[in-house]
């Protein structure tokens, strides 16, 4: 019977804590997506210099984000400097000398930057919710052994 009792202790903390990194997870994302939206970027490829381009600030890019191995980026766009929509007209635009044509694929929000804590308070949450479980269950089947010895 004491053995349930810090199973119930241990999960109303659990429960405590998740709601801590749940509350923490959404609140960050609340202040960083201010109107930031996530769009692909493809190099231009052809051969001859595109006739009209834009500055990332003309366009009202935030953040380019480059990736290992790709002709691809992605672009953090803030919504309120958007000239235009960026999808339908699909711009170039010029970034550390080379141009990117924005692709009409809307990726999605960006992630804020500084959370460090999502990877790690998910894996300490998980594994906490998985021991309370394993400790449950076995000290239930012991519990009930002693009942009916």
Same mark, same amino acid.
Request: hydrophobic residues 40%.
């Given at each position: 019977?004491?053995?349930?009792?810090?199973?119930?202790?241990?999960?109303?903390?659990?429960?405590?804590?998740?709601?801590?990194?749940?509350?923490? @997870?959404?609140?960050?994302? *609340?202040?960083? *997506?201010?109107? +930031?939206?996530?769009?692909?970027? +493809?190099?231009?490829? *052809?051969?001859?210099? /595109?006739?009209?381009?834009?500055?990332?600030?003309?366009?009202?890019?935030? @953040?380019?984000?480059?990736? @290992?191995?790709?002709? *691809? #980026?992605?672009?953090? #766009? +803030?919504?309120?400097?958007?000239?235009?929509?960026?999808?339908?007209?699909?711009?170039?635009?010029?970034?550390?000398?080379?141009?990117?044509?924005?692709? /009409?694929?809307?990726?999605?929000? /960006?992630? /804020?930057?500084?959370?460090?804590?999502?990877?790690?308070?998910?894996?300490?949450?998980?594994?906490?919710?998985?021991?309370?479980?394993?400790?449950?269950?076995?000290?239930?089947?012991? +519990?009930?052994?002693?009942?009916?010895?």
């Amino acid at each position: 019977m004491k053995r349930m009792k810090i199973i119930g202790i241990l999960a109303i903390v659990m429960a405590i804590a998740t709601a801590i990194w749940v509350g923490a @997870e959404a609140y960050a994302y *609340s202040n960083h *997506s201010r109107g +930031d939206v996530l769009y692909a970027a +493809d190099l231009y490829t *052809s051969e001859i210099p /595109p006739p009209i381009w834009n500055t990332t600030e003309q366009l009202g890019i935030v @953040e380019v984000i480059e990736y @290992e191995n790709t002709t *691809s #980026v992605h672009i953090n #766009v +803030d919504k309120e400097r958007e000239p235009f929509p960026l999808q339908e007209v699909q711009p170039i635009f010029q970034y550390n000398g080379k141009f990117y044509k924005v692709s /009409p694929l809307w990726m999605g929000y /960006p992630v /804020p930057p500084n959370l460090p804590q999502q990877p790690a308070g998910a894996a300490l949450c998980g594994i906490g919710w998985c021991a309370t479980g394993i400790l449950w269950l076995k000290w239930r089947k012991k +519990d009930e052994a002693t009942k009916s010895s």
